[in-house]
């Protein structure tokens, strides 16, 4: 089963989609397989990271965003916007598709661990990951 | 077929689980197919580097902890230990799922690359890897 | 299917191979699916980006090699030439393995988003990448 999962955005941070790719997974009706995702955006990716305490995905998001600042004078991809070239340089240093072993129905994910979209973009954005079961 | 792998590390470091993968693959008896590997940890990630030279791993080791240094200011996520947030932003930098094409029953690895588990916490830990073989 | 993609590349950047994955597809005759690829690699990688401007592309390698560079004295594993260990480094902080969900006879790529195989080294090269079709 190939599917999309389409969320909106509204700026950036760790947008949660694991209750989104559980849901697919029980229509799918598959048991034991692969779970395989695709952001088709270069300018967000995806994660797996802790899903207890927020405190880390805010953590995370200001490393990043001060790892890979706006307004950098290497950049001259810049007539999208100021955001637009840090954001792909963030898609290129995350994941842009993940694979996830399916077992007994559920995704094997760690107790802490949840899927994440990752927007790198301020304003809202409509974003769409394929994910494959099989 | 889906397994886990369990590994205990002692450290931060890279430990290579190559050889487990592929007791896995033979036991699954597939010849032709996709090896996917999950680790279900946030603060440990999986890497494909080179087994060869330990000098390699050294290098990587030592540069990532130069990057992404215990106590910085910007940590607001500190109670689970000096050593947590910067693991979880190397989880995050690095691979959390992986996608190995097999043929004639061997995994397509090139010459000099092993499969790694990527330790990024002090203490001992138990980690958990699991494997989906299609 | 199984097959390989061999590129020949002269230098750092990224080469595009989204047709050459895409031939593959075709002659697999597989319309829905996955398109899993491994770089058999350490000192190349993969990476999804933007196929549209090219200066998003220059921008991505200039930055990368600013946070990478050459010549850096933390670096041990030095015979392989001043390339080497920042490439070893690149290639842990990209992607090795990809993965693509396929229907109707596509990768579902986003519009803009092309497949590249990411030469790290400044020598010509001959680079493998495994690809699953199935």
């Given at each position: 089963m190939v599917e999309i999962i389409s969320i909106k955005t509204h700026g950036q941070g760790l947008y949660e989609i694991t209750e989104r790719v559980r849901q697919l997974l029980v229509a799918s009706g598959v048991k034991e397989g692969l779970c395989s995702l695709l952001i088709q955006h270069t300018s967000a990716s995806l994660t797996i990271q802790e899903?207890?305490?927020?405190s880390a995905q805010h953590d995370l998001e200001n490393w990043l965003n001060r790892l890979v600042p706006?307004?950098?004078?290497?950049?001259?991809?810049?007539f999208e916007g100021r955001d637009d070239m840090p954001a792909h340089i963030k898609a290129a240093l995350t994941a842009t598709t993940l694979s996830l072993p399916v077992k007994g129905g559920q995704i094997?994910?760690?107790?802490?661990q949840g899927i994440f979209c990752w927007e790198h973009r301020h304003g809202s954005q409509l974003r769409q990951i394929a994910v494959h079961i099989g």
């Amino acid at each position: 089963m190939v599917e999309i999962i389409s969320i909106k955005t509204h700026g950036q941070g760790l947008y949660e989609i694991t209750e989104r790719v559980r849901q697919l997974l029980v229509a799918s009706g598959v048991k034991e397989g692969l779970c395989s995702l695709l952001i088709q955006h270069t300018s967000a990716s995806l994660t797996i990271q802790e899903n207890a305490d927020p405190s880390a995905q805010h953590d995370l998001e200001n490393w990043l965003n001060r790892l890979v600042p706006e307004g950098d004078a290497i950049y001259t991809h810049v007539f999208e916007g100021r955001d637009d070239m840090p954001a792909h340089i963030k898609a290129a240093l995350t994941a842009t598709t993940l694979s996830l072993p399916v077992k007994g129905g559920q995704i094997l994910l760690g107790t802490w661990q949840g899927i994440f979209c990752w927007e790198h973009r301020h304003g809202s954005q409509l974003r769409q990951i394929a994910v494959h079961i099989g």
